[in-house]
T-cell receptor, first 114, second 113 residues
Framework: GAVVSQHPSWVICKSGTSVKIECRSL??????MFWYRQFPKQSLMLMAT?????????EQGVEKDKFLINHASLTLSTLTVTSAHPEDSSFYIC??????????FGPGTRLTVT | GDSVTQMEGPVTLSEEAFLTINCTYT??????LFWYVQYPGEGLQLLLK?????DKGSNKGFEATYRKETTSFHLEKGSVQVSDSAVYFC????????????FGGGTRLMVKP
């Protein structure tokens, strides 16, 4: 149980285009979902916290207009990287929380912007 | 604010060696503590957790004890295998801090046959 999926697992896009990444909790409902970014050989950096039906809370330094987060249902959150640039290339990981104190992580999405 | 400090890697061991990865934390109150493992190209998997002082989390031969007096949560395994090669993250969570995890920097473990 407690499976979280991400789609796509790997995406290459051209500079200036937008990319949408989906995060789904497959067998539970998640009131809260988190989005992280991970650079090579580094730890996870929390980008934003999203609660179903409300606006996401972004961490300091994260551009909310560039990284659009939508949490439309209790099982789905999306992260859209708008007008992507090569410096946005990274590994993006989501997690879903069914109850306070529990987080289950997705397998991650590797984004490469050329 | 909250913080987690892990020993820097990489840690290179031979198969069947004893493993210790140190983790210390700074937080107010009584956080829950976690160890996550990340295999190459994958997301994080929860390895074990402890929610109160003196609790011992264990899974797959790994153990860690919540030591409030030393604010530590060191990860140990008696006999590592090549398949244990991965990056290990220590993390804490305070329930009154928005359910957010605070991660350490990660420690890469390489086990050689």
């Amino acid at each position: 149980g407690a499976v979280v999926s991400q789609h796509p697992s790997w995406v290459i896009c051209k500079s200036g285009t937008s990319v949408k990444i989906e995060c789904r909790s497959l067998d539970f409902q998640a009131t809260t979902m988190f989005w992280y970014r991970q650079f090579p050989k580094q730890s996870l950096m929390l980008m934003a916290t999203s609660n179903e039906g409300s606006k996401a809370t972004y961490e300091q330094g994260v551009e909310k207009d560039k990284f659009l987060i939508n949490h439309a249902s209790l099982t789905l959150s999306t992260l859209t990287v708008t007008s992507a640039h090569p410096e946005d290339s990274s590994f993006y990981i989501c997690s879903a929380s069914p109850v306070l104190g529990e987080q289950y992580f997705g397998p991650g999405t590797r984004l490469t912007v050329t | 604010g909250d913080s987690v400090t892990q020993m820097e890697g990489p840690v290179t061991l031979s198969e069947e060696a004893f493993l210790t990865i140190n983790c210390t934390y700074t937080a107010t109150g009584y956080p829950s503590l976690f160890w996550y493992v990340q295999y190459p190209g994958e997301g994080l998997q929860l390895l074990l957790k402890a929610t109160k002082a003196d609790d011992k989390g264990s899974n797959k031969g790994f153990e860690a004890t919540y030591r409030k007096e030393t604010t530590s949560f060191h990860l140990e395994k008696g006999s590592v295998q090549v398949s244990d090669s991965a990056v290990y993250f220590c993390a804490l969570l305070r329930y009154n801090a928005g359910n957010m995890l605070t991660f350490g920097g990660g420690t890469r473990l390489m086990v050689k046959p």
